[in-house]
């Protein structure tokens, strides 16, 4: 019997010690609110790039927060977070010179604690088209089926930040 009441003994202590390291380890939760119009700076970074230019119309695909997001000293979004946007048009270099394009809607993007920001954006990306390129194309009609516009290219590094803003006040929970 005594045995059987020290191996209980030492079960009950084991629970306690755990319950009391899982209780500590557990990171505190707060809670701030993003206004409506507040804006979020995102860029296209060269993996987002190869994801958008092989996307299709509907698909989604993500960019990057380019900096924090802190309130009162907290951070609420963290630099590098996934931005969740979606094609809504998307066209490749095409006959007669003309450009590719990709029309992104930027959607929503998480908190450091997983709470849904929603966002309302948009950006396009272009690609070149040639101007002597469309007009000898018109002019040789049946040739201009045979000359293709340049597809979507990458950012340049000035205009490869977008600001999306909060659609509606958001309360947002994130990490201590």
Known sequence: ????????????????????????????????????????????????????KAAKKGAVV??????????????????????FATVTGRSHGGMYGGAGNAKLTIDSTHSNAKSKVPLRGSLLLKGKSSTPKTIISIVLFPIGWLIKGGDIEPPEGGKNVYKPVVTDDTPVYYQR
């Open 62 to 83: 993500k960019l990057k927060v380019l900096e924090n997001v802190a309130r009162s000293g907290e951070k609420l979004i963290n630099k590098g977070d996934a931005v």
């Open 1 to 52: 019997m005594r045995i059987k009441a020290g191996y209980f003994a030492i079960a009950t202590f084991g629970a306690l010690l755990l319950l009391r390291v899982t209780v500590q380890a557990a990171p505190s939760k707060g809670e701030s609110l993003l206004n409506k119009g507040d804006s979020i700076a995102v860029y296209v970074d060269a993996e987002d790039f190869e994801a958008i």
